[in-house]
Nanobody, 121 residues
């Protein structure tokens, strides 16, 4: 069973950057990929980015394309989300999810506890 654990959230001014990390303990060779999602107050959880563990392309939501970069370190079972040019509308709890390669939250079986990202204007 994969257990994702996020870290790296915080408070940043608009235009700033943050890097989130997600350690996927318990990952096996059959694990497909990881995803980042976010949920703002009063809104539904939305897809941010996804990455496969073994080659292949990353995929981003239109709202973050060109500003966010998802990457992985297979040796550390860790996935990162580098967030640049942050906007107040990026404020949300960010969740790391395993073990799928999808824009649909229900496709993922395992979720982290979430990390708060707050962008001030």
């Amino acid at each position: 069973q994969v257990q994702p654990v996020e870290s790296g959230g915080g408070l940043v001014q608009a235009g700033g950057s943050l890097r989130l990390s997600c350690v996927a303990s318990g990952r096996t060779f059959s694990s497909v990929g990881m995803g980042w999602f976010r949920q703002a107050p009063g809104k539904e959880r939305e897809f941010v980015a996804t990455i496969p563990w073994s080659g292949g392309s990353t995929f981003y939501a239109d709202s973050v394309k060109g500003r966010f970069t998802i990457s992985r370190d297979n040796a550390k079972n860790t996935v990162y989300l580098q967030m640049n040019s942050l906007k107040p509308e990026d404020t949300a709890v960010y969740y790391c999810a395993a073990d799928a390669l999808s824009v649909v939250a229900d496709a993922y079986d395992y979720w982290g506890q979430g990390t708060q990202v707050t962008v001030s204007s």
